[in-house]
């Protein structure tokens, strides 16, 4: 069983920061991609940023520049730093990795940019 646990959620003002953290465990053996993605009341399901397990980054256009996603192959773990917030990035976010034996979703974290 594949379990992905997101954590560092929470509110914050805006102009300020948080990271988000999701911890992989279970019977994977490779990781490819990993991924956070977000999702509103209404919409669909939207990436943020990924990472492939070569490095390579790749980031939604609103978040560049203000937004970085790394992993530790080690500890099995992506984590999204998240500066300059906005209050329009209020959502849900998600931690997504995908493997040869298919793609595993976390159950998401809150994050809320409000004064």
């Known amino acids: 069983q594949v379990r992905l646990v997101e954590s560092g959620g929470g509110l914050v003002q805006p102009g300020g920061s948080l990271r988000l953290s999701c911890a992989v465990s279970?019977?994977?053996?490779?990781?490819?991609?990993m991924a956070w993605y977000r999702q509103a009341p209404g919409k669909e399901r939207e990436l943020v940023a990924k990472?492939?397990?070569?490095?390579?980054?790749d980031y939604a256009d609103p978040v560049k520049g203000r937004f970085t996603i790394s992993r530790d192959n080690a500890k099995s773990t992506v984590s999204l730093q998240m500066n300059s917030l906005k209050p329009e990035v209020t959502t849900d976010y998600y931690c997504?990795?995908?493997?040869?034996?298919?793609?595993?979703w976390g159950q998401g974290t809150q994050v809320t940019v409000s004064s």
């Open positions: 279970g019977r994977i053996f490779v990781i490819n991609a």
């Open positions: 997504n990795v995908q493997t040869f034996s298919g793609s595993f």
């Open positions: 990472i492939t397990s070569g490095g390579y980054m």
